[in-house]
């Protein structure tokens, strides 16, 4: 049947309108309510229970900050490298790779006490990073391989040489055979802010954000990324060389995940462990995505992820798994990209 | 020569969920439809298995399930990449996170907990005194036995049949395949939903045969490995069920290893399928540098009617 009107795509719409993050959000959390009511709870009691737990106190809200640094940095990250269209979901593999490398420092160079010790584990944690970006990079430029595979692979390759140092070689031996590393000495751990479990590594986190919004909008550098996301075509015709700021991304996008995780070991845990990370490679591409890859926006969707991963600790108490967080964030991704695409539809008379 | 034959029937039970999830890739793709929700849709076939077996105890019954409910999600991957022309990267990678969340709460409650029987084989018994055949043939699971069917049926499907010829239309030149009077949204939405049913059914085949109890992230990037499967056999049913095998006997090896108690780590010998596919990638990436990778190609453009590229 035809009707008077219809729906059609407009391609000139390249902006999606304020909304849709926020309507992504309230329809993810509306879908996952059904889950939890299916599950024999009370959604509302569930959401109010998260709410608080994560921004209803002072320690919750401190804690909710303590989780959106390695969202920022890593989420950072990977918007760097969307920019140019870049798959990177390897953020999390770049993050372990930080961790594993800042903690090589404590346990390879246990004489080493003083602000040196800081410094090291910093400049090796990001080096790990971008070694481990780049190796993404290498198949991609001169092999054609799709980096979204590489980068997967090698999440599986990091997780697993984490587990075999905290079983193995860099077992605490006065650690009660737990898996972990020795905890850090205060020379190794990162400065706390205040009282807070809050760390310096916020501090990095906030200067890397505002160093990629200079970049980006003043350099040439910034520019040419721009081209190259905007038209790859025209870009190669004007004589950019995509290969070598394919490369240079995933070095700068793995370099910020090994920050990010240099930055969690040293200032968070103070040792190296299993499952340190809740998944926060994985929740940076839906950061990135809900905030455009915009810096303030990043920020702001960090602190709601943040908040979202201790409220679902939070509702651990209360019998629901934390997994709950998991499901929310799958469905905010999903809502994000239909939404997208649904603000681009036009009604129009025939 | 007892050796190899173990090692080719251990390959062959560790490849059968690889090969069913990258034949269900395959049917996607070759639609022009990336499907990159694959470790998603297995997780949620196992997890849907585990639920339905625990509380029926029927394998129809679990394998429906199983089939109706990764089907569901199919039909929302249609939803997103034909009908709203969404990024299929990150639609599949939705999926993904999406799948890889739900199936770690419903599957809460079933965690660690022994499946009540175990999937039916087809005993071959006149087949037994045959030397090799007889030890991989002679005693396999319906599931396995389906999978053999299907390679062939895909076979016979993609190459020998108009349909095949409809497929390849669509996923190659949609709009070719449109003047022509294809149905090519039809067409994407069937073969979309079609593949994820089969991804669905490797990850209930990952539980109820290869790993019998339900664990948070089971499937440990065995989707993935398919999705990279789907690149190696060409986007070919054929070639999927060697790769498949392959990549089945690496991840076997790794075990024998460790039970003939060598000094490696087992977190090193666990790394080996993850490390191959990326070699493996490389290798054929240089190799067909100047050759077509046989990718379809309108794979992950989203066909809009009237629209001139």
């Known amino acids: ?350 | 020569m007892d050796l190899a034959i173990q090692l080719i029937a251990a390959a062959m039970s560790a490849g059968t969920p690889l090969l069913l999830a990258a034949l269900g890739g395959i049917l996607s793709e070759r639609s022009g439809i990336i499907q990159l929700g694959a470790e998603g849709l297995m997780l949620m076939g196992a997890v849907v298995a585990c639920l339905t077996f625990i509380g029926s105890e029927s394998i129809p019954l679990t394998l429906l399930a199983v089939v109706a409910v990764t089907a569901a999600l199919g039909l929302l991957h249609a939803f997103m990449c034909v009908t709203l022309r969404a990024n299929q990267i990150m639609a599949g990678l939705a999926l993904t996170l999406f799948g890889g969340g739900l199936s770690a709460y419903l599957g809460r409650s079933v965690s660690g907990l022994p499946l009540p029987g175990t999937m039916p084989r087809i005993h071959l018994d006149w087949l037994e005194p045959v030397p090799a055949i007889g030890r991989l043939f002679a005693h396999l699971d319906i599931l396995t036995w389906f999978s053999f069917a299907l390679v062939a049926a895909l076979h016979l499907l993609i190459h020998k049949t108009s349909w095949g010829l409809h497929l390849k239309a669509v996923g190659d030149n949609p709009a070719t395949a449109d003047v022509m009077g294809i149905r090519v949204q039809a067409l994407r939405y069937a073969y979309v939903v079609a593949g994820a049913a089969l991804i669905g059914l490797a990850g209930g085949y990952m539980l109820l045969v290869y790993t019998p109890s339900w664990t948070e992230g089971m499937t440990a990037g065995k989707g993935w490995i398919a999705v990279a499967l789907i690149i190696f056999a060409r986007w070919n049913p054929l070639r999927a069920l060697f790769c498949s095998y392959f990549f089945g006997a690496l991840d076997m090896i790794g075990f024998r290893i460790q039970l003939i108690g060598s000094d490696i780590p087992p977190y090193f010998l666990k790394m080996i399928p993850y490390v191959v596919t990326v070699f493996v990638l490389m290798y054929l990436g240089w190799r067909n540098r100047n050759k077509p990778s046989g990718t379809p190609e309108a794979l992950g453009i989203p066909y809009i009617r009237e629209q001139r590229f």
């Open chain 1, 1 to 350: 049947m035809r009707s008077a009107f219809r729906f059609e795509l407009d391609a000139s719409a390249t902006r999606s309108p304020w909304w849709v993050p926020v309507a992504s959000v309230a329809l993810a959390l509306g879908v996952c309510a059904i889950f939890i009511a299916a599950n024999g709870m009370n959604p509302i009691t569930v959401y109010s229970k998260m709410l608080r737990g994560a921004f209803g106190s002072a320690y919750g809200l401190n804690e909710t900050l303590v989780k959106a640094v390695p969202l920022l940095l890593c989420g950072l990250g990977v918007s760097i490298a969307y920019r140019i269209a870049v798959w990177n979901i390897g953020a999390e593999g770049q993050f372990l790779a930080g961790t594993m490398a800042a903690t090589a420092v404590t346990i390879y160079l246990p004489e080493l006490q003083n602000g040196w010790a800081i410094a090291l584990m910093l400049v090796a944690g990001i080096a790990a990073g971008g070694v481990w970006g780049l190796l993404t990079a290498i198949p991609r430029t001169h092999f054609q391989v799709n980096e979204l595979i590489t980068s997967l692979m090698l999440n599986y390759v990091a997780l697993l040489a984490l587990d075999y140092f905290v079983f193995g070689p860099w077992r605490d031996p006065a650690g009660f055979n737990f898996p972990g590393s020795p905890v850090f000495t205060p020379a190794q751990s990162l400065p706390a802010i205040g009282d807070t479990r809050l760390h310096l590594g916020l501090a990095f986190a906030l200067s890397a954000v505002a160093l990629y919004y200079v970049l980006i909008k003043f350099t040439r550098w910034g520019y040419e990324l721009r081209l190259i996301g905007a038209n790859p075509t025209a870009a190669k015709h004007a004589g950019i060389n995509i290969n070598k700021h394919i490369w240079i991304v995933m070095i700068v996008s793995g370099g910020l995940a090994g920050l990010a995780g240099m930055a969690e070991v040293s200032g968070v845990t103070h040792k190296l462990m299993q499952g340190i990370s809740p998944g926060y490679g994985y929740t940076a591409i839906i950061v990135a995505w809900l905030a455009k890859l915009h810096p303030a926006g990043l920020i702001v969707a960090s602190v709601l992820f943040g908040g979202l991963i201790v409220g679902g600790y939070s509702v651990q108490t209360i019998g629901m798994p934390s997994s709950v967080t998991d499901m929310i964030q799958g469905g905010i991704l999903f809502f994000l990209i239909a939404g997208d695409m649904v603000a681009k539809f036009r009604l129009r008379r025939r």
